[in-house]
């Protein structure tokens, strides 16, 4: 069974910095591409930053809205992957969810990597808040 368990979420005030951690089991970690993805009260789910696996080059990539705030790395050897998250905005409040994709064509997945079919299994998400 696979299981992705996110930890690290939290409240914070405006300028702080967060590191979100995805733990994932049941499958061979390094074969997967790794994101991690936002949702807001109301509002649909975004895609955040992903980091491909090794032999996939390790491409890694982010959203514009997080882009040199946010940095995205992976510890194979512990099965997780982790997002830091510095400067944090009330605008960054959202449920905070891992996903993770296993081995995409890698044309096709480094066009469309923020889509949401591409992520076989999902985590429950942990939460963010951010206060002015």
């Known amino acids: 069974q696979v299981q992705l368990v996110e930890s690290g979420g939290g409240s914070v005030e405006s300028g702080s910095s967060l590191r979100l951690s995805c733990l994932i089991s049941?499958?061979?970690?390094?074969?997967?591409?790794v994101a991690w993805f936002r949702q807001a009260p109301g509002k649909e789910r975004q895609f955040v930053a992903t980091?491909?696996?090794?032999?996939?080059?390790?491409?890694?990539y982010y959203a514009d809205s997080i882009q040199g705030r946010f940095i995205i790395s992976r510890d194979d050897a512990k099965n997780t992957a982790f997002l830091e998250m510095n400067n944090l905005k009330p605008e960054d409040t959202a449920v905070y969810l891992c996903?993770?994709?296993?081995?995409?064509?890698?044309?096709?997945?480094?066009?469309?990597?923020?889509?949401?079919?591409?992520?076989?299994?999902w985590g429950q998400g942990t939460q963010v808040t951010v206060s002015p």
């Open positions: 996903a993770a994709a296993r081995l995409p064509s890698y044309r096709e997945y480094t066009q469309t990597y923020y889509a949401t079919f591409w992520y076989d299994f």
């Open positions: 049941g499958v061979t970690f390094g074969h997967l591409n």
């Open positions: 980091i491909m696996w090794s032999g996939g080059g390790g491409n890694i």
